[in-house]
């Protein structure tokens, strides 16, 4: 028998790829969760992660142990919502930022739907900064979207670095500005972007504009110019750009769960939809669809 407390901690843990950052989210102390994976390993008589002082990784098996521990938590939420009578309703606002369009957020949120088919959920799909926005402003009540690694506010879904990706063929000259594909204002990919490029004192210009992650993509494959975007959710189509390209660093990016301040009648609808999508937050990024 695996323990649900165990297999939490252990999917905050791979999810992160820190026993620090898992400990935060969880509201536990490090050695706990230390032990809960260490006692996880001993049920499961195989190594889930191998790790040393710098890195935290998943061995194989702890890949294989992704899956199922998603499962049987998924079991384990069903059962008890069935057996203790609660039904979520009324109306949840939920937001999620254009990162999340070619993943597979969709069937999260059908398995949601599925088990709590009382709740009006209304989906808005945006910018990052934008949902930030609208959440400070009351319009939403729960957000799923980029941070800034300096930015404290949310709850960490996984954590992640920006690369450089463009059409396979793409070739920059670099006597010649750098062609951006970029999110308008306030996108933080776009922020992210100019920003290391006026460190490195290269010279740019912007190829192309799309709120759309669909219209930048389309942009990209047709060789128009580059654009930053996270190194585990590349399109198909496109490929990360070479380090030869001399293009600058550009640092890493949260992705995190927001809750609205206040205290809303939506918030018990929006702790289950938090826990659904922390529970497969693999599933965003890992062979999406």
Not at 46 to 55: I, M, P, V
Not at 185 to 194: F, K, N, Q, S, V
Not at 253 to 261: M, P, Q, T
Not at 283 to 288: D, E, F, N, P, W
Request: aromatic share 6%.
């Amino acid at each position: 028998m695996y323990d649900p407390s165990q297999l939490r901690t252990f999917l905050a843990v791979a999810q992160t790829l820190s026993f620090t950052q898992a400990a935060r989210r969880l509201g536990l102390r490090q050695s706990t969760v230390s032990q809960h994976v260490r006692r996880l390993e001993d049920t499961a008589g195989r190594q889930l992660f191998s790790r040393d002082t710098h890195s935290v990784e998943l061995t194989e098996d702890g890949e294989a142990m992704l899956g199922f521990a998603r499962r049987i938590l998924e079991a384990h939420e069903q059962a008890a919502a069935f057996f203790t009578g609660t039904r979520l309703r009324g109306r949840l606002r939920f937001g999620a930022s254009e990162d999340f369009v070619l993943t597979r957020l969709t069937e999260i949120l059908e398995g949601f739907r599925h088990d709590h088919p009382e709740v009006d959920l209304e989906l808005t799909v945006e910018l990052s900064g934008t949902l930030h926005e609208q959440l400070a402003d009351g319009k939403l009540d729960l957000v799923l979207a980029k941070r800034r690694p300096e930015d404290p506010r949310g709850e960490l879904v996984w954590h992640d670095r920006l690369v450089w990706i463009g059409a396979e063929r793409l070739r920059l000259d670099p006597e010649r500005p750098v062609p951006l594909i970029v999110y308008p204002p306030p996108g933080i990919t776009r922020a992210l972007a100019l920003e290391a490029l006026e460190r490195q004192g290269r010279a740019w210009r912007i190829a192309c504009t799309s709120g759309s992650l669909n219209g930048l993509i389309a942009a990209a494959r047709a060789g128009l110019g580059v654009m930053a975007h996270s190194r585990g959710l590349v399109p198909p189509g496109l490929v990360r750009v070479p380090d030869r390209a001399g293009l600058p660093e550009l640092g890493e990016v949260d992705f995190v769960l927001v809750h609205a301040k206040r205290h809303t009648a939506a918030k018990s609808a929006a702790d289950a939809l938090a826990t659904s999508i922390l529970a497969a937050g693999a599933r965003l990024y890992r062979g999406a669809p």
